[in-house]
């Protein structure tokens, strides 16, 4: 159910009691509260894991390494789902960022830079075929991508969706793959794809996100990409 923000309360989100409030495409709105499903798959506990192993590691930094990330809070500027801006404590900071290296195998960082890293990519075209030989020669491939500053680049896609569908929901993107370096193509991740989602069927949709990750673990300006599947010889 929609509402309307009164002028003391531009807009609200949260739970209270059985109401979630919260803001859709078409504004704020109401719905019935429900438990929050708990994570089920084996990445997604693998990162549940992970979060957790490394909100314990903050409390055994020194007090030296605390404090670095303490200072470098101040000049980072993140984006929550509902597009405010916001800075980070130290501590999500130091979470956040270790989170990103582990997707690239690194080893954590324990003391942060003096100032934020920049790493962003420029990308081409993505492809995406079904070839009737087999999936082993299926396509998904996302051309002519450059970066600077580029550690990894961490690849999200969607499952494959309706044609007719013009909105995708941040949530339904999954990680595919992580990508050493800024390669100048994201080669072929159909194997890595189809292990997730399955083989697509020709005519439908599907979306990609690239995220360029600097080598302190910080994220760039996320590409996103779509692509119907086409058939192929």
Not at 49 to 69: D, M, N, P, V, Y
Not at 70 to 93: E, F, I
Not at 179 to 199: D, H, I, P, T
Not at 213 to 219: K, R, V
Request: charged share 15%.
């Amino acid at each position: 159910m929609k509402y309307r923000p009164s002028p003391l309360v531009e807009t609200m989100s949260g739970s209270q009691g059985d109401s979630t409030f919260s803001t859709g495409r078409a504004g704020d709105y109401i719905r019935r509260r429900v438990d929050p499903a708990q994570p089920r798959t084996t990445v997604q506990q693998a990162r549940r894991s992970s979060f957790s192993a490394f909100s314990a590691e903050w409390r055994t930094l020194t007090e030296a390494q605390r404090s670095s990330w303490k200072a470098l809070a101040p000049q980072v500027t993140l984006t929550d789902r509902y597009g405010n801006t916001y800075h980070p404590s130290g501590q999500q900071l130091f979470v956040g960022n270790n989170l990103r290296i582990e997707l690239n195998g690194d080893s954590p960082l324990l003391t942060a830079p003096a100032v934020p890293e920049s790493a962003n990519i420029s990308a081409g075209d993505f492809t995406a075929t079904r070839s009737a030989a087999g999936a082993a020669t299926d396509v998904l491939r996302v051309a002519d991508v450059n970066g600077v500053g580029v550690q990894a680049i961490l690849v999200y896609a969607t499952a494959p969706y309706s044609a007719g569908r013009s909105y995708v929901s941040p949530s339904a993107f999954r990680l595919v793959t992580v990508l050493s370096g800024g390669s100048n193509q994201v080669e072929n991740f159909r194997a890595e794809y189809e292990a997730l989602f399955g083989r697509p069927v020709t005519g439908t949709k599907i979306s990609v996100k690239l995220i360029a990750m600097s080598q302190s673990g910080f994220a760039g300006t996320p590409i996103v990409e779509t692509s119907t599947v086409t058939a192929t010889a």
